[in-house]
C-alpha cells in the first residue's frame, strides 16, 4: 500500500476476557489463541485497509479491560477516531457494563456529543452455546447510544471480524459526511441519513 493512507486511531474496548485481543490478533495476523492472557495497559498493531475505494492505516489499540488496570489504558483514549466498545454473548455483566465504558471513553478522551461519535458495538464469543445476552438487547441498547452498529463475531471462527472492524471506518466516514451536511443555522444531522447508517451492521 502507498504511503498515502490516512492513519486512523481505533480504541478497543470492553469487560477483562471478552476477547479484544483475540479479536485484533484476528483481524491483523488472520491467528486466534485459545490461551490468550489477559492484556496489562495497552498494546497496538497497524492494519492497512482499503474501505470504499480509500486506503487507511487502522491503528488498533487494544486496552486492558480488568478494573486494575484503569489508570493505565485511559490515558490513551484522546485522540481516537473510532471506538469498538466489545461485550461477550455469553456473559451478561459484560453486556450490562457497556454503558461504564462509553461514559469512561468520552471523559478520558474529552469528547462532548458521544452520539455523533463513530462508536460500533460487538457481541464476541457467538461460537458459544450458552448466549446470555439476547441479540434484540444489544440491538436496543445501539438504538439507544447513536444508532451504532453492531455486530455479532467470533474472533475463534472469524464470523464479522473483518467486517467489523472495517464498519467503525464507515461509520466514521458517515458521521464526517453528515457534519459536513449539516446547515450553518439549522438542525443537526439529516436524521433519515442517520437511520440508515444504523441498520449496516445488525445481527439477523
Ligand atoms: N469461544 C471463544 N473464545 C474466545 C473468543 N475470543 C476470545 N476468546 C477466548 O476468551 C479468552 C479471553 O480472550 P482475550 O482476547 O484475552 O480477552 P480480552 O478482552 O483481551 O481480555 P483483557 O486483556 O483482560 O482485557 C481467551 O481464552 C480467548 O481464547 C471467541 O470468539 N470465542
Known amino acids: 500500500m502507498s504511503g498515502k493512507s490516512k492513519l486512523l486511531k481505533v480504541v478497543l474496548l470492553g469487560d477483562g ?3 479484544k485481543s483475540s479479536l485484533m490478533n484476528r483481524f491483523v495476523s488472520n491467528k486466534f489463541d485459545a490461551q490468550s492472557f489477559h492484556t496489562i495497559g495497552v498494546e497496538f498493531l497497524n492494519k492497512d485497509v482499503t474501505v470504499d475505494g480509500e486506503s ?11 478494573e486494575r ?4 489504558r485511559t490515558p490513551f483514549y484522546r485522540g481516537a477516531d ?9 456473559d ?14 468520552l471523559y478520558y478522551a ?16 457467538i461460537d458459544v452455546e450458552n448466549r446470555a445476552v439476547p ?35 464507515k461509520r466514521l466516514k458517515e458521521l464526517e459526511d453528515q457534519m459536513d451536511e449539516k446547515p450553518q443555522h439549522g ?14 451492521g445488525c445481527c439477523n
Not at 440491538?139 to 467503525?168: H, I, M
Open 17 to 19: 476476557g471478552v476477547g
Open 56 to 66: 487507511f492505516t487502522m491503528q488498533i489499540w487494544d486496552t486492558a479491560g480488568q
Open 69 to 72: 488496570f484503569k489508570s493505565l
Open 82 to 90: 473510532c471506538c469498538l466498545l466489545t461485550f461477550a454473548v455469553d
Open 92 to 105: 451478561l455483566q459484560s453486556f450490562r457494563n457497556m454503558s461504564m465504558w462509553k461514559k469512561e471513553f
Open 110 to 125: 474529552d469528547i462532548q456529543d458521544g452520539n455523533n461519535f463513530p462508536f460500533v458495538v460487538l457481541g464476541n464469543k
Open 135 to 169: 441479540c434484540e438487547s444489544a440491538k436496543e441498547w445501539c438504538r439507544q447510544n447513536g444508532n451504532c452498529p453492531y455486530f455479532e463475531t467470533s474472533a475463534k471462527d472469524s464470523t464479522n471480524v473483518d467486517l467489523a472492524f472495517k464498519a467503525a471506518v
Open 187 to 200: 438542525n443537526t444531522v439529516d436524521l433519515k441519513k442517520k437511520n440508515k447508517a444504523s441498520n449496516s
